[in-house]
């Protein structure tokens, strides 16, 4: 069956620091993967998206993340982070086999140090 | 420019009431979605539907009903509640090629007594 894994169920950086945030999928065909991002007591905002091409993709407030087809991984950075980036993160594998459906990941939350 | 618009934003309910969470977008999308969000789980998907009159169920359809009776409203029912369906619930909509992201509303937050 298809899954999604954030195996990281917090983490806390330093503002200023570089983040890294772990998402690992399984699933047989090439998927379609997505980040997006939680703000307290608020829904779920897009950060990104892959469906093809290059393998490093750009998204909004600075992020970017690399599929890399070998490690079944799709893992988030941002060079430098701000307070405001503190969120928690959700990564989201769908594929035409589920009917578009998309599958979940249990999130990590992000807590940033002043 | 509301998007995806949820009510109520809170509730409380007691157990063996019944209530209806109402979704409403003006996107003019064709798929919406009900998911709940528990600690530690992530989104689960409990109904969808893929146009005006249908609907479809997601993975935790139990104890939930559905209808979209008008492309722009989604309607999640609770026909007898259950302390086990305490949760944030959220609604989301998507154009229909599978490739766009999902619009969301800002939750609701459910408990029951």
């Known amino acids: 069956a298809q899954s999604v894994t954030q195996p990281d169920i917090h983490i806390t950086v330093s503002e200023g620091a570089s983040l890294e945030l772990r998402c690992n999928y399984s699933y047989g065909a090439t998927p379609y993967l997505f980040w997006y991002v939680q703000s307290p007591g608020q829904g779920l905002q897009l950060l990104l998206k892959?469906?093809?091409?290059d393998t490093l993709v750009q998204g909004i407030k600075g992020f970017e993340a690399e599929f890399k087809r070998s490690q079944s991984s799709f893992n988030l950075r941002k060079p430098s982070v701000h307070w405001s980036d503190a969120a928690e993160y959700f990564c989201a594998v769908g594929a035409a086999r589920s009917n578009y459906q998309l599958i979940w990941g249990a999130g990590t939350k992000l807590i940033i140090k002043p | 420019n509301a998007g995806v618009t949820q009510t109520p934003k809170f509730r409380v309910l007691k157990t063996g009431q019944s209530m209806t969470l109402l979704c409403a977008q003006d996107?003019?999308?064709?798929?919406m979605y009900w998911y709940r969000q528990d600690p530690g789980m992530g989104l689960r998907l409990i109904h969808y539907?893929?146009?005006?009159?249908?609907?479809a169920k997601g993975e935790v359809p139990d104890g939930y009903n559905v209808s979209r009776l008008k492309k722009q409203n989604f309607l999640l029912g609770l026909e007898s509640a259950a302390p086990s369906q305490t949760s944030v619930y959220f609604c989301a909509s998507s154009w229909v090629d599978q490739y766009q992201p999902q619009h969301f509303g800002d939750g609701t937050r459910l408990s029951i007594l």
């Open positions: 892959y469906f093809s091409g």
């Open positions: 996107m003019n999308h064709e798929y």
């Open positions: 539907s893929v146009g005006e009159g249908t609907t």
